[in-house]
């Protein structure tokens, strides 16, 4: 490069603002003024400061918790919108000090258009950025007040009973109103319920197809999967709703409580919107012995988006599936399933048919390979996949994801959630033949021990991972 056109860059106001684009202080240093420069530089300093220090007396997964908090985001949306104010001052500043220094001269005028055009885009990026910041940050707050509150009339489910001969068409899932949850810190653990529910074409209301309880040690982090068979009868109730049955159990099958609670408003509390996701959190509770601290509900078709949006997931099969009934997810009809043993790199659409594929052996096989997909999935969780897809995930979350976990405990949720070590979780069935599937007493006071002495065995001894993909280590952002 010629030395004229190197000291024309090095005289360039443009220079200093693309400086001060970088960092607000730096273009005005460049220029000589260094009042200036420290003037502009001090605040975004002190910003990062403060960052760093909730950071560290945080810890990054509080962290986290704490920037889903309703509050905090609108805080956020408003520092960045006056941090763009004072980032493009300080631009402008910038290249004023300079052009007033290196003033150009009658030969260099003819580029002052350039240098226009230039400044421009220098402004026009600060302005992408941080409209694009206060993008994601507004989606945030849409889904955090979607998923954690009822922010409009949910569309009720009906109650009303079904005519003789006719066939109820599918009904919108319904969004539950978020009720207060006692601190689980209270017995030492946190169990959250997780279901995956299946309102497919041509279903009434929700069947909550999929039923695993994660289960956390707080003080050791250990963790385990207990997979709730769909197809248990004779379920224990709570006091209220027990004594509407003969047996104070549900009689039917599992996975249909949620749908029979939603038509009968005079046997289980709740409202519209939640009594179907009570019932069954309660009886779970009843079930197992366990204080359930909330639910996690994703739709079946949210999965699959989810799946697709990481990028897929890599699993290695022990067994081949064949389903020649295998529905399809419009329900027009079936189609026949196979997935060879050995490698895969799954879509959301084949992950989920793993997981939930039963006709080639039974519903007791299929919970086991849905644990084996969340472990799966828990594994590969990877900030470099999950932070470009921001606003597809933020989508997926606000349109199939629902929980009745106070939005005031995603701190404290989060810090648990980091100290679990993916390849250690535990999992516990509750088959045949030591489990019936019409529950007597004994088979209760099993379920109920197989909970209550989950953490107190040596720890399990980690087998073949299910993924040939490694694990991101815990201090790194990007492998």
């Not at 260094?34 to 220090?53: E, N």
């Not at 997964?61 to 763009?84: C, D, E, H, I, Y």
């Not at 989810?306 to 329900?331: E, N, R």
Request: net charge neutral; charged share 15%; hydrophobic share 45%.
């Amino acid at each position: 490069m010629a030395p004229r056109v190197i000291a024309a860059i090095r005289r360039s106001a443009v220079t200093a603002a693309a400086l001060s684009f970088v960092w607000p202080g730096l273009g005005q240093g460049w220029a000589g003024a260094r009042r200036r420069a420290l003037l502009f530089a001090v605040p975004m300093m002190l910003l990062l400061a403060a960052g760093v220090l909730v950071l560290m007396v945080q810890g990054k997964a509080r962290t986290l918790g704490l920037l889903l908090q309703p509050t905090v985001l609108l805080v956020l949306l408003a520092v960045n919108v006056a941090v763009l104010v004072y980032r493009l001052v300080a631009i402008v500043d910038a290249y004023r000090v300079a052009h007033r220094r290196w003033p150009p001269v009658r030969a260099e005028r003819g580029q002052a258009a350039l240098a226009a055009v230039l400044l421009g885009a220098v402004l026009g990026g600060t302005l992408l950025m941080h409209g694009y910041m206060g993008y994601i940050g507004f989606k945030f707050f849409d889904v955090v007040e979607t998923v954690f509150h009822t922010t409009s009339s949910p569309t009720p489910v009906p109650t009303a009973t079904i005519p003789p001969g006719e066939t109820p068409g599918p009904t919108p899932i319904p969004t539950p109103v978020p009720t207060p949850e006692p601190v689980w810190s209270d017995n030492g653990r946190l169990d959250l319920l997780l279901i995956g529910g299946d309102a497919g074409p041509g279903r009434f209301s929700l069947r909550t197809d999929t039923m695993i309880i994660l289960s956390v040690d707080i003080a050791s982090g250990r963790a385990a999967l207990f997979g709730v068979p769909r197809n248990l009868l004779n379920v224990p109730l709570p006091d209220g709703p027990a004594q509407h049955f003969t047996c104070g159990c549900f009689p039917d099958l599992m996975n249909g409580l949620f749908v029979y609670a939603m038509a009968h408003p005079e046997i289980f509390p709740g409202t519209d919107a939640d009594r179907g996701y009570v019932a069954v959190q309660d009886a779970i509770a009843k079930l197992t012995g366990l204080q359930i601290d909330g639910q996690v509900v994703v739709t079946l078709n949210g999965f699959i988006r989810l799946v697709d949006a990481l990028g897929g997931l890599d699993m290695t099969i022990p067994t081949s599936i064949y389903d020649a009934t295998y529905p399809k997810p419009d329900g027009s009809g079936d189609v026949k399933l196979f997935i060879a043993a050995g490698y895969h790199h799954f879509d959301g659409w084949h992950a989920l048919a793993y997981a939930r594929s039963r006709h080639q052996d039974n519903d007791y096989n299929r919970m086991d390979r849905q644990q084996e997909v969340l472990r799966a999935l828990r594994q590969q969780l990877d900030p470099c996949t999950i932070i470009p897809r921001i606003p597809e995930l933020l989508d997926i979350a606000h349109n199939s994801l629902w929980t009745n976990i106070p939005v005031e405990q995603m701190p404290d949720l989060f810090a648990i959630g980091a100290k679990v070590a993916p390849g250690s979780i535990a999992r516990f069935q509750f088959w045949p033949p030591q489990i019936k599937e019409s529950l007597d007493i004994e088979s209760i006071d099993r379920i109920r021990l197989m909970v209550r002495t989950a953490f107190t065995a040596p720890l399990p001894t980690p087998g073949p991972s299910s993924t040939s993909k490694p694990a991101p280590s815990a201090g790194s952002i990007c492998n």
